[in-house]
């Protein structure tokens, strides 16, 4: 198997930062002052690129089908969550600081849940982890299960998860969005649909918003127009796409957060966008998926069913024009015609409303007539530290071709396949989520391995340390919300370096699980600092508003920082302006 012309060139505009001399400015820390950053390295390990630590981490022999990298226990040390299969009782593991590696623990759930996927986050404001446990219900299961959501209590030091409040959607649940779109501060939900059963027939499900007030939600689906249409006999929802994944993205930079879907079975992408209605003064989702280019490619347009089998999404500006660029994971057959869409990348082109973009399609090409790609997930992250944004893909399902991806940008903006080269190439990686798991300042992975269509596979954790050489730095973002939600999802960080004299702007929303049944990667928002290159600021847009419409202007906080650091540094910002050396809670 080879990559076509092995390396892609990402066709897009790229702007220029403006001029200007600066004066870095404040401290350097690390992450807590009672316990080591960093963990020692062995020198025998030096030389490898991705390190197999999956013994040393305590993980030999655990299965996985979805993972959630969370700080149970609030010692600012990442646990994990894992879902064995498909549809199970997950498990729970805490990070043992001073043993370094994880230990199972138990289930902070007073009651048994089975789930296909669990998001953990704070959705009541009230600074602790609550969850929400979702299920692709599948024809085959008689009973089918509601969308759970269980706010955390603490009971004697110890995270409890205790009564469900439940949502009435027990179709099959494919995949979930945090959206506070109104920005009033609370986070409400996306929920993303594939299929429901009618005459024993499989047709699209509609997608469901629900807003959140003061932790009791609301159906207002109403405001993805079109979403809840009907056909004349009332049985049948006339624009419903089978939803397989979503993320929420602040496409146009406005502030208010998009809703990205993408379906399997050749139907259209939906791009929805957050808009404002002057005339009852109120908020509603636009689909521009096809102007924009997002449904489909351009052989798709003319055609409901004219697009792809479209798994995986994952929004980032990876050219660092401040243009929001989008990934699109396909599933590809050696027999398909060119009608159907590839796995690509769409690059943003226009700051303008309506956002357009160029698309860019690959597929890794082998002369096996067995040959399939099947791209289920992407994870955007600089593995180098060299300012630039890769791209980590779980190509899967398909052995012996389905193998994980590593698409390491270039200094021309043209990705290359590095996967194999740096011990990466691993057959049938699902749910790949990032961490740094030693403290060392580069981003790490944590994927498991699926047995689907070969039994020989053992359906195991891998964790895999990064020794990339880099002489770049790296900083990263905890945000802490007030009057927005606590995480601070849905927020732009944007992040400004100077190079001779030049400011360039690296911007990122603030997004830890999306794409399809989502896992959820580590929290903070980790930027790389090429060698030569220095910090200037920080800027937050912060998901809080007073008002259904306002500029973005009025939702920024500015923080000056000082460039006096060596390796990496944890940073929090406080929604209030004020900023913390390493990851702590503000006061």
Request: hydrophobic share 35%; charged share 25%.
């Amino acid at each position: 198997m080879k990559l076509l012309t092995l390396i892609l060139i990402f066709i897009g505009a790229s702007c220029s930062g403006t001029g200007k001399r600066v004066d870095p400015l404040g401290p350097a820390g690390g992450s807590k002052d009672d316990i080591p950053d960093e963990f020692p390295v062995d020198s025998a390990d030096l030389e490898k690129l991705f390190v197999d630590k999956t013994e040393q981490y305590g993980l030999v022999n655990i299965k996985a089908y979805n993972m959630n990298v969370v700080d149970l226990n609030q010692d600012y040390y990442s646990d994990l969550v894992v879902i064995p299969s498909f549809y199970s009782y997950p498990q729970f593991f805490q990070f043992n600081i001073s043993q370094r590696k994880f230990i199972e623990r138990s289930s902070p759930f007073k009651n048994p849940v089975k789930a296909s996927f669990i998001l953990f986050y704070d959705l009541n404001q009230d600074k602790i982890l609550d969850a929400i446990v979702g299920v692709l219900n599948q024809k085959t299961e008689l009973s089918k299960e509601p969308l759970k959501i269980f706010y955390g209590e603490m009971a004697q030091g110890e995270l409890v998860f205790d009564k469900a409040q439940t949502l009435d959607i027990t179709i099959s649940n494919s995949t979930l969005g945090l959206i506070d779109y109104d920005l009033d501060g609370n986070l409400d939900l996306f929920i993303g649909n594939w299929f429901k059963m009618i005459e024993e027939n499989p047709f699209p499900a509609p997608d469901y918003l629900f807003r959140s007030d003061k932790g009791n939600f609301k159906d207002v689906s109403k405001l993805l127009v079109g979403e809840q249409e009907m056909d004349p006999t009332g049985a049948m929802h006339i624009a419903a796409t089978p939803t397989y994944g979503s993320q929420i993205c602040d496409v146009d930079q406005n502030g208010f957060p998009d809703i990205l879907t993408v379906s399997t079975n050749r139907f259209d992408n939906n791009l929805w966008m957050n808009r404002y209605r002057f005339r009852n003064q109120s908020r509603y989702f636009e689909n521009i998926g096809k102007t924009s280019g997002f449904s489909s490619d351009s052989e798709g347009l003319i055609n409901k069913q004219g697009g792809g089998r479209t798994f995986g999404v994952a929004c980032a500006d990876y050219n660092n024009d401040g243009i929001m660029d989008i990934f699109l994971g396909e599933l590809t057959h050696n027999y398909d015609n060119s009608g159907v869409d590839k796995s690509s990348v769409l690059t943003g082109r226009t700051f303008k409303y309506p956002p357009k973009f160029f698309r860019t399609e690959y597929f890794l090409d082998s002369f096996d007539p067995g040959w399939h790609e099947a791209d289920r997930r992407g994870v955007w992250v600089d593995f180098n530290n060299d300012g630039r944004l890769d791209l980590l893909v779980d190509n899967s399902g398909y052995p012996p071709h389905s193998k994980m991806i590593l698409f390491e940008q270039l200094h021309d903006k043209s990705f290359e396949n590095k996967a194999a080269e740096y011990g990466l190439d691993i057959v049938n990686p699902i749910s790949s989520v990032i961490l740094d798991i030693n403290r060392d300042g580069k981003m790490d992975i944590l994927t498991a391995q699926s047995q689907i269509r070969d039994e020989t596979i053992t359906p195991t954790i891998r964790v895999f340390e990064n020794n990339l050489p880099s002489q770049g730095r790296s900083v990263r973002f905890f945000l802490r919300g007030e009057k927005s939600n606590t995480h601070g999802l849905n927020a732009t960080i944007i992040l400004k370096v100077e190079k001779d004299g030049i400011i360039q702007n690296r911007l990122q929303n603030v997004a830890y699980s999306y794409g399809s049944l989502p896992p959820q990667n580590e929290e903070g928002v980790h930027f790389g600092i090429d060698q030569g290159e220095k910090l200037d600021s920080v800027i937050v847009r912060w998901p809080y508003s007073g008002e259904a419409n306002t500029s973005r202007a009025s939702m920024e906080r500015k923080y000056e920082l000082k460039d006096n650091f060596e390796g990496y540094l944890n940073i929090t910002l406080c929604e209030s302006g004020n900023y913390l050396i390493g990851r702590r809670n503000c006061l």
